[in-house]
């Protein structure tokens, strides 16, 4: 998982983790981290924490939760409604990962009280990259 594999013994860099960029068969754009274990006998991909990348008209780009509402943090995705699949760089790797963080943080604490409602909004994070 995503908080495991950032407390292990061996640290690895950012650069290392499998956080990548997918473009989905009906145009969604979806960044997560990606699971080298699938179901078996499957051709699916294990994305863990995805989230939908939007751009404005600036070319900033917005992260959002793609299964906002589901309980679950991985997702199984068929191989063929995938179009391509690419790395993403360290920056945009940085925002993803801030953001998972900070959902896992806060969904940690357990139901939030009326004073702690704000500390994790499923607002859209932009990240520019010029």
Known sequence: MINSSMSEEKKISITELPIR?????????????????????????????????????????????????????????????????????????????RLVLDKTEYESRGTPTQASSTAFHVEQLSYSKH
């Open 21 to 97: 960029y997918f473009k989905m068969m009906n145009g969604d754009s979806i960044i997560s981290y990606l699971h080298d274990e699938a179901l078996e006998g499957e051709e699916v991909y294990a994305l863990e924490e995805p989230m939908l990348v939007t751009t404005d008209d600036d070319h900033r780009y917005n992260l959002s939760p793609w299964f906002p509402f589901s309980k679950e943090n991985i997702h199984f995705i068929d191989v063929e409604k995938v179009l391509s699949t690419d790395s993403v760089d360290d920056g945009i790797k940085n925002t993803y990962l």
